[in-house]
């Protein structure tokens, strides 16, 4: 199958898995750089190597070092990266889609984490109905100053699987008339970032996803993703200075 249809796919629709346990999950505190938050009973997730895009600015730990194509070889409209760690850039076994544009910014509001139990789990079955996911949890993320160490503060994302069935319009006539179920599987994490980015972050596997790199992928996602200021951020803040708002 060619890769850009099981990227396709994999992103509209289908699988599902178990709500994870991650150990510090809500906690956002950054780990060792070489390793990352595991179970009681699990060998440690060891990222030996630090992929960093000075195109895209960002940084994120990975368990090896990746091949690495751009987005846009699968997505005309994506600006990002896929790290690929098996397989080749047309048979990915297992790779990290990582772009930088993934949503808009008002998708994700700055209150997430203080709604109001009710308000929250609407905002989430919604998001998940939006993004075809089945579900959609709240992750807190901590922020970096631009040296790398913590600063004040905390962001907050969202993450969930995609969802195992999807009802599909399969005649255009804008009603909904079918059930699809996809074979192939994505972990999705949205992460707003410090300078602007809108991170959306996806976890492929050419089979059913195993917990093991589910939750090495959760943990580089929310623990070690960093973004830093670029020429375009510096540009839109000067701009801000300027004109302040009334």
Known sequence: MALKKFISKALAAVFAVSVLAVPGFAAAAEPAADTAVQGENEAPIVFSYKHTSSRYGYSIFCPTQPKVVPASLYNEHDKG?????????NDIKKGWIVCINGYDNTEIPDNLGTMKDEEAKKFLKDFAATYGMEYAQVVEIANHNEDGTLAEGFRYGICGPTASQVEVDTNGDGVMDS????????????????????????LIEEKNLKQRDVTEFLNAGIYTLQQWPTSAYDKAKDEAKKNPKK
Do not use: H
Not at 81 to 89: A, N, P, R, T
Not at 180 to 195: C, H, I, S, T, W
């Open 81 to 89: 990266e896929v790290l690929i760690f098996e397989g080749s850039y």
């Open 179 to 202: 059930v699809a179920v996809a074979d192939n599987q994505m972990m999705k994490l949205f992460v707003p970032g410090q300078y602007g980015g809108r991170f959306v972050l996806g």
